[in-house]
């Protein structure tokens, strides 16, 4: 077979596999590196007949998501014409990238990237225990019966902050089982942190980084709001919120180094905007698949179901803008359901990456993001940064300030 036919052949399995079930009727767009003088990140839309830059009117991501209907801005934007939809995602590709041709960045580019934790109950469970355990492996399998003989598994019950979840917290107290995982699990504050600096998150096709020195970690599936300046959630992507389970479990204060790494961050493939074929509704009941394909021949596979999250996700956008502006917008992952406990190397051991690892995560709505796991601090390093990012716009024509 020749580079071409098999560039030909990759690029429909990956139009096929990364696109959503409904395939571009939904209102998709994203941010894609284009070639010019000079190259740079380009607002995009994906349409039946083909990728269209949006830059000229929309420069940022934010901008568009600004705008008073997104969905009906991006679809009635004339846009530029790229190449098609199939080109632009087999181009996306690790291995079979062209940088004479656009692929595919994280669709956000202003936005904080926040992030929810413990919006699950069997995540919950899983987060006392990586608390017990102290970040050991080991233990966790014996922890495990521990804490669910104490706590149950029907967490998903008890809606946060209610009577019936103080009442718990009372008990487990009194048992001297408490944690600070339960708190926001159970509690009425929720957690929101920072996942990722402004613009450091990868999207599909590239890289995901996990520390070196960690030695327990695993993939977080989720489902990502886009919420605009004015706090109107808009749209949706996937996201991997990335875990080194041994890190935060030795201390929650290390959080910050558990979760924002090089290449720790990856949200894609697009965001699909809010219209009349999809909505806040279909983001509480989407059910988000992962899959992860060793080089050892391993295979894991789990789900996320937003129907079981404890906090609605309207919630959960509240209580992050309670006390805070947001004034370029920000992402939100909303938590995940999956926590992994299928062992990989030995008996009551778990499961944690190797390096080389294929990652997928895809919903039927949002389509499917994909990584191959390395470690943070030999990933391509993250030097595009907002001043970066500025001279670019500017050197393109593109800092026009009543579209910015």
Known sequence: MSDTTAAAVAGAATHAHTLPDDGLAGTLVGRAWVAGSPP???VVALRADGVYDLSGRYPTMSTLLDMPDPAEAARTTPGQYLCSVPDLLANSQPGLRDTARPWL???CDLQVVKAAGVTFAASLIERVIEEQAR??????????????GLIGDSLADIRPGSDQAMALKALLQQKGLWSQYLEVGIGPDAEVFTKAPVLASVGTGEDIGIRADSAWNNPEPEV???????????GASLGNDVNLRDIEGRSALLLGKAKDNNASCAIGPFIRLFDASFGLDQVRSETVHLR??????FTLRGINTMASISRDPADLVAQTLA????????????GTLFAPIEDRDQPGGGFTHRLGDKVTIHSAWLGALHNTVTHSETAPPWRFGIRAFIANLAARGLLNPTQL
């Open 40 to 42: 740079g990140p380009a």
């Open 105 to 107: 960045l994280a669709p």
């Open 135 to 148: 970040g050991d492996a080991s233990r966790a399998q014996g922890l495990r019966s521990q804490v669910v």
């Open 224 to 234: 990502v709001l886009a919420v605009n300046s004015r706090g109107d959630i808009v």
């Open 323 to 334: 006390a805070h502006q947001y004034p370029d917008g920000f992402m939100l992952f909303l």
């Open 292 to 297: 992860v394909e060793g080089l050892d021949g």
